[in-house]
């Protein structure tokens, strides 16, 4: 049963979270629950206490350091309103909403793929407003050369795909799970994709799409948090949420996520790009769109 939170309590915590922002100091991490029986531990930024939560439910008066404890179970809600809290989310324009992602990005050491070749970050390509987005593995060889997604032969492959939806390319938003070419276009590290990925989550919290559009594998499996084969998680919609980030947009709880073959895969087996083409109409449909007459992917 949770308890209701104490206004000033609530001021209080909401004036510390404030602070900690102001620093610069976006997310909290909640320490594990105690195991200890009638303990409820707190977690606020660097502060962590343990009481009795009996001596509440007797109805005995609380110090207010015990209030602020016992309060927890409602402050944790609170918590996670400040977990989702980026920098990005004062700014309505989604312009310099991305721009504030990509200044936080920096020269982003944060991974091994920092210092494994890459000649620049290649964050993201695109219209900031757009309904529909793209989300591939990561940058190949031309794609960190131009510091642009998808810009080589499998980008070629995903403008004609993009045409043959009727649409140019200009359109939608291009992204990709990790922004840095992994070396010799291996398959980015589950750790390397946990590292990044939490940007292309504010990027699409920003841009706000109808529909996504997973490229591959890696890009369904990590945006899905699930492990699966190509054959079982395409030919279906996903509802999806940008993990850890919410929009500042309140009438935008999330979207539709569609999961496809990666064009690189489609140049080395063409077989497929009838497949491809099935799940882009799929999408197609969603977004209430028709193809132009005689067009087609290939
Ligand atoms: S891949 Fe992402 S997390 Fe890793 S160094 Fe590049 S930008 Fe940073």
Known sequence: MPH????????????????YNEM???DFYR?????????????????????????????????PRKATAVAMPVVEENICEAIALKPEQSV??????????????????????????????VFGVGN????????????????????????????????????????????VYIANIVKCRPPGNRTPE?????????FLMRQIAVVKPKVVVALGAVA?????????????????FYDFRPAGVRSNDPNWDGCKLAVTYHPAFLLRDPRQKGEAWKDLQMVMKELGMKPPVGKNAQ
């Open 190 to 198: 589950r750790e390397e994709c946990a590292t990044c990925s939490p």
């Open 128 to 171: 900031p407003t757009a309904e529909l987005m793209f989300v591939g593995e990561g940058p190949g060889a031309d794609e960190d050369a131009q510091g642009e997604p998808f810009v080589g032969r499998a980008g070629q492959l995903l403008n004609n795909m993009i045409k043959a939806m009727g649409i140019e390319r200009e359109q």
């Open 24 to 26: 610069g100091i976006y």
């Open 31 to 63: 320490r594990p629950v105690s195991s200890g029986v009638g303990e409820v531990p707190i977690a606020v930024g660097e502060e962590e206490t343990a009481v009795s939560t009996n001596q509440t439910e007797s109805g005995e008066a609380m110090s």
């Open 4 to 19: 209701v939170l104490d206004p000033e309590l609530r001021h209080a915590l909401a004036a510390r979270i404030r602070y």
């Open 92 to 121: 309505s324009d989604p312009v310099q909403a991305l721009k504030i992602i990509r200044e936080d990005l920096g020269d982003c050491t944060r991974c091994v793929l920092h210092k494994q070749g890459r000649k620049q970050i």
């Open 220 to 236: 369904a499996k990590t945006l899905l948090a699930m492990n699966a084969s190509m054959m079982q998680l395409r030919g279906r």
